[in-house]
């Protein structure tokens, strides 16, 4: 051990050691925190989907994007959920016509086309309030390509995953409720 981190270590732990009340207070702010407890049912739900997605032999990652497209998504609750699930399963479909599609227009500018004006739709088709979540319908088409187009894997894990990302999410919130509910609100 060199000199230096002879030096070193000793007064780190000592530092450690002197944690001052108002540092103790803001590490309980952290623990109490809405943040805190969405990290907290994330990491159970996380170890959660990567079990059963063994089980039911579904992508864990693919779920997680499913998942991902809930918390990306600017409305929650029900609604949000609904949009999600429209935008993947929409996004899905559109993979499936440009990997169709490529299959026909295999060589030159077609294939490159085809991607172009589909990808173009998927955006467009944000027009219908149903459809307005467009990072869930390219989400949706990245589940289609990423399983090596086995579709019924995909819509599986994409459902299931939004129901955890609403899961996730909600599920913070009403234990960062529950674990705060007696306690009297702070004043500035």
């Known amino acids: 051990m060199s000199a230096l981190m002879k030096i070193l270590i000793p007064y780190a732990l000592v530092s450690m050691l002197h944690i001052r009340m108002n540092h103790t207070s803001a590490f309980i702010g952290i623990i109490m925190s809405p943040l805190f407890f969405s990290s907290l049912t994330t990491g159970i739900l996380s170890a959660l989907i990567v079990w059963l997605s063994g089980l039911l032999d579904i992508e864990s990652w693919v779920v997680f994007l499913g998942a991902t497209s809930y918390f990306a998504s600017q409305d929650k609750g029900l609604k949000a959920l609904s949009y999600v699930w429209l935008t ?14 490529s299959g026909v227009f295999r060589e030159g500018i077609g294939a490159y086309l085809t991607t172009g004006i589909i ?21 949706g088409a990245a589940a289609i390509f990423a399983t090596d187009h086995a579709w019924p894997v995909a819509f599986m894990s994409l459902f299931f995953g939004a129901i955890f990302g609403f899961m996730m999410l909600h599920g913070g919130d009403l234990l960062h409720k529950h674990a705060n509910r007696n306690k009297a609100p702070v004043s500035a």
């Open 88 to 101: 993947n399963a929409s996004g899905a479909l559109w993979a499936i016509a440009i990997i169709l599609l």
């Open 119 to 139: 990808a173009f739709m998927m955006c467009i088709q944000a027009k219908l309030p149903i459809f307005k979540f467009i990072p869930g319908t390219f989400l």
